[in-house]
Nanobody, 123 residues
């Protein structure tokens, strides 16, 4: 079975940093696009960041570009989201996702999802 397990969430002061991790098992990690999405209460799930199948291209939502960085470690089957200069509006449950298709990787049409990790940014 495919499992994606997020970790690293917590309470952070505005302006601070946090690194989320997503450990993936049950698939050939390097052959999948990976992404992070987030969802705040009462809002739709939104795209945050993605890294291509090859790892050569990254994509970011306008709201996080320049502050967040997505990366992966194929040897550890883990994808990361480094979050800097955090703002209260970044507060949400963050989900990692994976899919084999290289098409539409910034859309929520992913094959596998983690359970999510809560990130709370205080003002």
């Amino acid at each position: 079975q495919v499992h994606l397990i997020e970790s690293g969430g917590g309470l952070v002061q505005a302006g601070g940093s946090l690194r989320l991790s997503c450990a993936v098992s049950g698939l050939t990690f390097s052959n999948y696009a990976k992404a992070w999405f987030r969802q705040a209460p009462g809002k739709e799930r939104e795209f945050v960041a993605a890294i291509s199948w090859s790892g050569g291209n990254t994509y970011y939502a306008d709201s996080v570009r320049g502050r967040f960085t997505i990366s992966r470690d194929n040897a550890k089957n883990t994808v990361y989201l480094q979050m800097n200069s955090l703002k209260p509006e970044d507060t949400a449950v963050y989900y990692c996702a994976a899919k084999r298709s290289r098409v539409g990787i910034t859309t929520p049409l992913y094959d596998y999802w983690g359970q999510g990790t809560q990130v709370t940014v205080s003002s």
